[in-house]
């Protein structure tokens, strides 16, 4: 197979073609879709190639569009809702976690399947604030009948999109802004990434950093600059929220002895604080160190540079924490944040 880069924005973008062409249920809506620019690169072309009765916009009422994406599911269709921002979708929050989430329990599975895509962009904000930018895939993980996705890599956010479209159930499928841009190998062709499966992404013997989505990238720089002094970190892509796979993150920490959850949303009631109480929980006497969460702090998305530079979590602070495991100093670097335009470790791209 050809080796080939494309950006997460075109394996996004690529996945929902290879769906549409393939299987005539699946359609697509939201606002901006049609757009020539295409919610960030992600739609670009797809109403000219499928039509308007396939590819079409939506008024400005995030409840009804929800509404109708959970009822034409229902009937057979395979619709794929995109939200601009993740803040956006709180406005539908009655039809995804009322409706949709409790469909298949409600009706003892008699209703049918509900196989709903809804896509989510969340991430830094360039002075968008407190109500464009928020991380709150917790929300949607913490709710039992969802499906939680949130790919690193473009190989992964093609083949986990096509799993998302081809599922029965609905999935809330989370793309960081500050990804779409990042390239890595991609193949041709329709493949599935299964949900609810990490992946190790690289090896290590000290200490486990559990990361999803932008984190991953800072892990792997936090890695680097770990293995300078002797620690070598394992890092473990969680990619699926809900199912989460607990499994490799407790054998991850099985042969490590150390854990630092790293996560794009809040640190209080969030995914870290979940990874690390199912850890305690079923690996304590493995543990050769308290775990360390990362994310947020707790106050809102700031709209001013200066302090979103304090605001998001970096890899020194990763790497700091995991210095600090082995009794040693932080690092002392100073970071400014800034879009990644290719991923780290071209062994990260997936396999193929």
């Given at each position: 197979?050809?080796?080939?880069?494309?950006?997460?924005?075109?394996?996004?973008?690529?996945?929902?073609?290879?769906?549409?062409?393939?299987?005539?249920?699946?359609?697509?809506?939201?606002?901006?879709?049609?757009?020539?620019?295409?919610?960030?690169?992600?739609?670009?072309?797809?109403?000219?190639?499928?039509?308007?009765?396939?590819?079409?916009?939506?008024?400005?009422?995030?409840?009804?569009?929800?509404?109708?994406?959970?009822?034409?599911a229902l009937v057979g269709m395979r619709p794929i809702l995109v939200h601009q921002r993740l803040d956006?979708?709180?406005?539908?929050?009655?039809?995804?976690?009322?409706?949709?989430?409790?469909?298949?329990?409600?009706?003892?599975?008699?209703?049918?399947?509900?196989?709903?895509?809804?896509?989510?962009?969340?991430?830094?904000?360039?002075?968008?604030?407190?109500?464009?930018?928020?991380?709150?895939?917790?929300?949607?993980?913490?709710?039992?009948?969802?499906?939680?996705?949130?790919?690193?890599?473009?190989?992964?956010?093609?083949?986990?999109?096509?799993?998302?479209?081809?599922?029965?159930?609905?999935?809330?499928?989370?793309?960081?802004?500050?990804?779409?841009?990042?390239?890595?190998?991609?193949?041709?062709?329709?493949?599935?990434?299964?949900?609810?499966?990490?992946?190790?992404?690289?090896?290590?013997?000290?200490?486990?950093?559990?990361?999803?989505?932008?984190?991953?990238l800072e892990a792997l720089q936090a890695a680097e600059v770990m293995s300078e002094d002797g620690i070598?970190?394992?890092?473990?892509?969680?990619?699926?929220?809900?199912?989460?796979?607990?499994?490799?993150?407790?054998?991850?920490?099985?042969?490590?002895?150390?854990?630092?959850?790293?996560?794009?949303?809040?640190?209080?009631?969030?995914?870290?604080?979940?990874?690390?109480?199912?850890?305690?929980?079923?690996?304590?006497?493995?543990?050769?160190?308290?775990?360390?969460?990362?994310?947020?702090?707790?106050?809102?998305?700031?709209?001013?540079?200066?302090?979103?530079?304090?605001?998001?979590?970096?890899?020194?602070?990763?790497?700091?924490?995991?210095?600090?495991?082995f009794g040693l100093s932080p690092t002392g670097i100073v970071e400014e944040p800034s879009v990644p335009?290719?991923?780290?470790?071209?062994?990260?791209?997936?396999?193929?």
């Amino acid at each position: 197979m050809p080796d080939r880069e494309i950006t997460f924005a075109q394996a996004v973008r690529e996945a929902t073609d290879l769906c549409m062409a393939e299987d005539p249920t699946v359609y697509l809506m939201g606002l901006g879709v049609p757009d020539p620019k295409g919610v960030f690169g992600t739609t670009v072309g797809l109403q000219e190639k499928y039509g308007p009765d396939r590819v079409f916009d939506v008024p400005t009422s995030e409840n009804a569009m929800t509404g109708v994406a959970v009822g034409s599911a229902l009937v057979g269709m395979r619709p794929i809702l995109v939200h601009q921002r993740l803040d956006f979708a709180l406005l539908s929050m009655e039809q995804i976690v009322n409706q949709a989430a409790n469909w298949h329990y409600m009706f003892g599975g008699r209703g049918g399947n509900l196989p709903l895509v809804i896509r989510l962009v969340v991430g830094r904000g360039w002075g968008q604030g407190p109500q464009h930018s928020q991380s709150l895939q917790a929300w949607f993980a913490h709710v039992p009948g969802l499906k939680v996705v949130m790919p690193t890599v473009p190989y992964d956010a093609k083949g986990l999109l096509i799993a998302s479209i081809q599922d029965n159930n609905p999935v809330i499928f989370i793309e960081h802004r500050w990804l779409h841009n990042v390239k890595g190998h991609v193949p041709e062709g329709v493949y599935s990434v299964p949900l609810g499966a990490a992946r190790v992404v690289r090896e290590g013997s000290d200490v486990t950093i559990a990361s999803s989505s932008y984190m991953t990238l800072e892990a792997l720089q936090a890695a680097e600059v770990m293995s300078e002094d002797g620690i070598e970190a394992e890092v473990l892509d969680i990619r699926t929220l809900r199912p989460l796979d607990q499994e490799a993150i407790l054998d991850s920490v099985g042969k490590t002895g150390r854990l630092i959850v790293a996560d794009t949303g809040w640190k209080s009631f969030g995914i870290g604080a979940e990874v690390v109480a199912f850890t305690a929980e079923r690996a304590f006497a493995k543990l050769k160190h308290p775990p360390h969460r990362i994310g947020l702090p707790d106050c809102p998305s700031p709209s001013t540079p200066a302090i979103a530079n304090r605001f998001y979590p970096r890899a020194a602070e990763i790497a700091s924490a995991g210095r600090a495991m082995f009794g040693l100093s932080p690092t002392g670097i100073v970071e400014e944040p800034s879009v990644p335009e290719d991923i780290p470790d071209p062994s990260f791209a997936g396999p193929f």
